[in-house]
């Protein structure tokens, strides 16, 4: 590569890498910050599992972090929120967040809240269903029968 003085490089010549790093990370950190990138990355660590599996970062916004979550979670977050607050400005190191803002949407991993149907009674053994029959007292004789579905309700 020929030389013409000691500052001077050509276009095609070798560069630092400081000076390209700049104008190849400003676009994408106009749009998302280094930290919002870090919170969205790690939040299931930084949150824990039971509760990232309900909640998704959405936004970090000044020191304001927007928290999308499913259903009635976010009353519970309220609750939580200065230990998630600490916990996430602990994670990144520095004071990033200060309050946190929650809006309710379906996420995309939760399932929504179906109660379950009773299951369908299993037939009680032999020896159990005789004596229940020799049982005096239709009250007596219920309550023991439902006594026995549940003791063998997972032995089919």
Known sequence: MAKDSEDRRFF???RDLGALLPKLTK??????????AQLMADW???????LAAVTAPRRLSGTTLTIACAGPVAMELAHLAPQIISRVNGH???QAVAQLK?????LAGARPFMPRRPAAPAPLPAQVAAGLAQVPGEEL???LAKLAQGVYRNAR
């Open 44 to 50: 299931a660590e930084i949150i824990g599992p039971a």
């Open 27 to 36: 676009p994408i950190f106009r749009k998302k910050s280094p930290s919002g």
């Open 102 to 106: 929650f809006i309710q949407e379906a």
């Open 12 to 14: 095609g010549g070798p």
């Open 92 to 94: 990144l190191g520095r």
């Open 141 to 143: 004789r219920a309550a």
